[in-house]
């Protein structure tokens, strides 16, 4: 029998040919709705493979009753939402779909950046409201991109790619990260600081840190209260890494002036969250690597990385690949 891949999302017709010419396929086909928690535990009991995102977790109720699960190939450069000793337990491959996203979440990242020091958003509701009646100096006002220090929290491949995206704006590159870097310090300027040092320079603080047990709860109220009050926060990394109750905190007492955000402590966030009230605050629905080019090509490793585990090759992005051999 042909191996069973169940897909926990629904693909393009190109993607999902290309698993139903040598697999058994199925999909969930609700586009609007994650597929529920009991039906993704039912197909992975009879599943070889599962094609995940970011929002399903994969852990170890779902890996003990999954007995011929041979691989997981998970839709994102993050790999939060998988239990990776519960995987390699089973023995079972995790795959993600690095470098295939970097440059087009750091054009997002910078773009949420823009917009919310230069009000885009609010900008274009106040035309389509109809309050657009006359010209006036300080109307919608913002700040400067070109010439400020941006400090960047997480200098991985997307945080220099938004470096460098920062160096074209002539900005000055602050970085916090676990080791140096020195290639964005030879080749953008950058300069590497503390973590309080970097919340206190910096006029942009941009989160592109990794979600894992260090980073979770990074952001506290104590935090953002180091920045400067005209400083605006963007996070395009994973949401848990932020207090989010402290940010709310930290933006109506006007200790930093602004925030975009692209994820969230829980996503989707309701249609009440207090962010969505808030002028200074630019919400975006976790679109990081939403283009067209992209997502095809992480849609295209993740078949590659199941492919390869049937035909016994080793996958293109093995993650937990210290425990699992090829």
């Known amino acids: 029998m042909k191996p069973f891949v169940y897909v926990t999302r629904k693909v393009p017709d190109e993607i999902y040919e290309r698993l139903a010419d040598k697999y058994n396929v199925e999909m969930w086909t609700e586009e609007d709705k994650a597929v529920p928690r009991s039906i993704l535990l039912e197909k992975a009991a009879k599943a070889d493979a599962l094609l995940t995102v970011i929002s399903d977790a994969v852990d170890e109720v779902l890996f003990s009753q999954a007995g011929q699960l ?125 973590f309080d040092e970097l919340l206190a320079e910096a006029d942009f603080v941009v989160c592109l840190a990794p979600l894992n047990q260090d980073t979770r709860g990074l952001f506290q109220r104590e935090h953002f209260q180091k920045m400067k009050n005209d400083a605006i926060f963007i996070n395009a990394s994973r949401g848990p890494i932020i207090n989010e109750q402290a940010l709310i905190e930290a933006l109506t007492a006007g200790e930093i002036a602004a925030a975009g955000l692209d994820v969230f402590d829980k996503e989707p966030i309701n249609a009440d969250h207090p962010f969505l009230t808030m002028k200074n605050v630019v919400a975006l629905p976790h679109i990081g690597s939403a283009s067209k080019e992209t997502r095809m090509a992480m849609m295209g490793t993740c078949c590659d990385n199941i492919e390869a585990v049937f035909e016994g090759r080793h996958p293109k992005t093995l993650v937990n690949k210290d425990v699992l051999q090829f």
Request: hydrophobic fraction near 45%.
């Open 70 to 194: 041979k691989v997981v190939a998970n839709m994102a450069v993050g790999f939060d939402n998988i239990d990776l000793e519960a995987a390699s337990r089973h023995g079972v491959s995790i795959c993600n779909t690095p470098d295939v996203l970097t440059d087009t979440t750091a054009d997002l990242t910078f773009a949420l950046l823009l917009a919310t020091a230069r009000r885009m958003m609010e900008a274009a509701e106040f035309v389509k409201d109809g309050e657009w009646t006359s010209w006036a100096p300080m109307m919608l006002v913002g700040t400067d991109v070109h010439h400020k220090k941006i400090g960047i929290v997480g200098m991985g491949k997307i945080g220099t790619a938004v470096a460098k995206r920062a160096a074209g704006f002539d900005m000055e590159i602050l970085y916090h990260n676990r080791n140096r870097h020195e290639v964005a310090e030879e080749m953008l300027g950058a300069q590497y600081c503390t």
